[in-house]
C-alpha cells in the first residue's frame, strides 16, 4: 500500500517534470519581438519626458503586458500539450512504453492525483515515535486526529490495581494455525494473520486483526512492569476493537515468538509472508484469568472504547528472544495513563 503510494508519487513527480519541460522553456524567452520594440518605444518616450514617476508606470505596464503575454502563451501551450498527450494516450495504447504511461496515469486519474499525494503528506506529518520531540507526551500535539492523546479520559496503559474480582466470562479462544506475515512498522513488530480466528466474550465473538509486541510491557499490574507484552487485537462486527494483553517474563524459549523472530523483515514497511503456519493457541498462557477494562489504543490516534483483557499469568520468551527485539525497539511502550476512577474487573 505504502510502496503503491510511493512509486504514484514518483510517477506524478516525472511526469509532471515531463510535461512542466516544454512549457517553462518557452516561457522564458516569452517576450516576442513586437512586445519588446513596444516596451522600449514607451521606455524612451519616458526618457525624453524625463519624469521617474510616469517612467515607472510606463514600465510597470510593459511588465503587466508581458505577464499577460506570457500567461496566454503558457495557457496556449498547455492546451495543445494536452490535445498532444490524449493522441499519444490514445495511439499508444497497445505499445508498451512505460515513460508514455507516466503520461497516460496522471491525466486519466487527476482527481485521484490530487488525493494522494494529500494523503502523503498527512502521513508525514502524522509521524511520531516514543522519544524526543515527536514522543508521547507531543502525540496530542502533531496531529488533529490525535487529540484524545492529551484530552482522553479513558486512555490506556493503565496501572491495573483496586480491580474488583467477579466471577468473570470465560474468554472463549477459537485459534487456529494461520498463515502469516512479519511487517516492521517503524513502531513495533506486527504479525498479520489471515482472517477466520476469534475471541469471545460475552456472546460476542472478535475476529483478530493482528498481534504486535511492546517492550517493555505497557501494562502495569499492581506496578509491576514485565519484559515485554504481545497485544492481540480483535475487531468485532460493528468495528469494536478488543485487545488481549499476554505479559511476557523471561524464562523457556517461546515456539510462537521464535518463528516471527524467525521471518522478521530485513527491511521496514515491506511485510514479509512467512512459508509456515502458527499456532496462535501456543501464546496464551495456561490459566485464562485475566483483568478488564475500557481503554484507548496505546498508540496515536489513541482512540477509545477499546475492550481491554490482560491475561493475569505471563508467559515466557527467552533472554535471547527478549534482546533480539530489543535490538530492534529497545523501548516502544507508552507511559502508564490515569485510570481516573475507571471499573476494573478481575476473574476469581
Ligand atoms: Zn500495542
Known amino acids: 500500500m505504502r510502496s503503491n503510494i510511493v512509486l504514484l508519487a514518483f510517477m506524478i513527480v516525472t511526469s509532471t517534470a515531463l510535461a512542466n519541460d516544454p512549457v517553462t522553456k ?30 515607472s508606470k510606463a514600465a510597470e505596464a510593459a511588465r503587466k503586458k508581458e505577464a499577460q503575454a506570457a500567461d496566454e502563451l503558457a495557457a496556449k501551450i498547455a492546451e495543445r500539450l494536452a490535445v498532444i498527450r490524449k493522441d499519444k494516450d490514445e495511439s499508444n495504447k497497445p505499445i508498451a512504453r512505460p515513460y508514455v504511461r507516466t503520461y497516460s496515469v496522471p491525466i486519466k486519474k487527476s482527481a485521484e492525483i490530487e488525493q494522494k499525494p494529500k494523503k502523503s503528506e498527512k502521513s508525514q506529518s502524522a509521524h511520531w515515535s516514543y522519544e524526543g520531540e515527536e514522543g508521547p507526551l507531543s502525540w496530542g500535539k502533531l496531529n488533529s486526529a490525535n487529540v484524545k492523546c492529551d484530552l482522553g479520559e479513558r486512555q490506556s ?83 469494536k476493537l478488543a485487545v488481549v494483553a499476554i505479559l511476557l ?93 475507571r471499573l476494573i474487573k478481575e476473574s476469581l
Open 26 to 55: 518557452p516561457i522564458k524567452p516569452v517576450p516576442s519581438k513586437d512586445e519588446v520594440t513596444s516596451s522600449q518605444k514607451e521606455e524612451s518616450k519616458a526618457t525624453k519626458e524625463a519624469a521617474p514617476i510616469r517612467e
Open 157 to 239: 496503559p493503565i496501572d491495573i490495581r483496586d480491580g474488583i474480582k467477579v466471577d468473570l466470562d470465560v474468554l472463549n479462544f477459537d485459534y487456529k494455525p494461520s498463515q502469516f506475515q512479519v511487517l516492521d512498522n517503524g513502531h513495533t513488530i506486527q504479525v498479520n494473520v489471515n482472517p477466520g480466528n476469534y475471541v469471545n466474550v460475552s456472546g460476542k465473538a472478535y475476529e483478530l486483526q493482528q498481534f504486535h509486541f511492546h517492550r517493555p510491557s505497557e501494562e502495569r499490574i499492581n506496578g509491576k512492569g514485565y519484559e515485554m507484552v504481545v497485544h492481540f487485537v480483535h475487531r468485532d462486527r460493528e468495528s
Open 249 to 341: 517474563e523471561l524464562g523457556e524459549t517461546h515456539p510462537g515468538v521464535q518463528l516471527v523472530w524467525n521471518n522478521l523483515p530485513l527491511e521496514k514497511h515491506e511485510p514479509i509472508k512467512a512459508l509456515k503456519n502458527i499456532d496462535l493457541m501456543q501464546f496464551l498462557p495456561k490459566q485464562r484469568g485475566y483483568f478488564t477494562y475500557m481503554g484507548s489504543l496505546t498508540t496515536p490516534p489513541c482512540s477509545e472504547g477499546v475492550l481491554w483483557l490482560v491475561m493475569k499469568e505471563p508467559v515466557q520468551l527467552s533472554p535471547d528472544q527478549a534482546s533480539i527485539f530489543a535490538r530492534l525497539y529497545p523501548n516502544n511502550a507508552r507511559p502508564i495513563q490515569k485510570s481516573a476512577g
